[in-house]
């Protein structure tokens, strides 16, 4: 099976612009959640997706966004871009039901924000 | 607070050597998720544990995780420069879908 793919995989956007990122999830996995990774916070949840449906979202502000398709693809959007937003952008699927937390990484995106 | 503290926060071991992380919640653990990344890329998963006691082993990785579910320990034996990167543990604390993680811990395995 293939695995979770990211794209881009690397953007550089400057302050104030949003940006739009992909996640193709393992065939068959229903669940999304999306990630920021930084040097100074760690690995930080931002959200989980359930067939289409959010089910939680981490201590983020609005600016931060997200939504997931039929097929199961989701998608997080970050608009108002702020230096602080550069970071590591993760997203992982999983079955989701008992084995929900069994989640499978993609290789991430890299944001950038000058 | 850090819900998961993880500790040391680096290691450089010569090849060959055995090495432990640890892993420690201030909340009871329903599992305990242990990945692998290499620097700049996704998260490798390792191994899941949800019992209290319950230890696992892949190759020479053994974890294991308390009779209280609040700690657990990544144990690597004879270590290889395969092993270099950056171990996370990701806990289920009940808080609803979102896997908590500690900050890692960083591995240089030298010749």
């Known amino acids: 099976k293939a695995g979770v793919t990211q794209t881009p995989r690397y953007l550089i956007k400057t302050r104030g612009q949003q940006v739009t990122l992909s996640c193709s999830p393992i065939?068959?996995?229903?669940?999304v959640s999306w990630y920021q990774q930084t040097p100074g916070q760690g690995l930080q949840f931002l959200f989980e997706y359930f067939s289409e449906t959010q089910r939680n979202k981490g201590n983020f502000p609005g600016r931060f966004s997200g939504r997931q398709f039929s097929n199961s693809r989701s998608e997080m959007n970050v608009s108002t871009l702020e230096l602080g937003d550069s970071a590591l952008y993760l997203c992982?699927?999983?079955?989701?039901?008992?084995?929900?937390?069994?989640?499978?990484f993609g290789p991430g995106t890299r944001l950038t924000v000058t | 607070s850090q819900e998961l503290e993880q500790s040391p926060q680096s290691l450089i071991v010569q090849e060959g050597k055995n090495l432990t992380i640890n892993c420690t919640s201030s909340?009871?653990?329903?599992?305990l998720y242990w990945y692998k990344q290499k620097y700049g890329e996704g998260l490798i998963f390792l191994m899941m544990?949800?019992?209290?006691?319950e230890e696992k082993s892949h190759e020479k990785i053994t974890a294991k995780l308390d009779e209280k579910k609040q700690q657990s320990s990544l144990h690597i034996t004879a270590s290889q420069p395969s092993h270099a990167g950056i171990y996370l543990c990701g806990a289920d604390t009940g808080s609803g879908y979102a896997l908590n993680f500690g900050k890692g811990t960083s591995l240089l395995v030298t010749p």
């Open positions: 992982a699927s999983s079955l989701g039901g008992t084995r929900h937390y069994e989640q499978y």
């Open positions: 065939s068959g996995h229903r669940s």
């Open positions: 909340k009871t653990l329903y599992g």
């Open positions: 544990l949800q019992k209290g006691g």
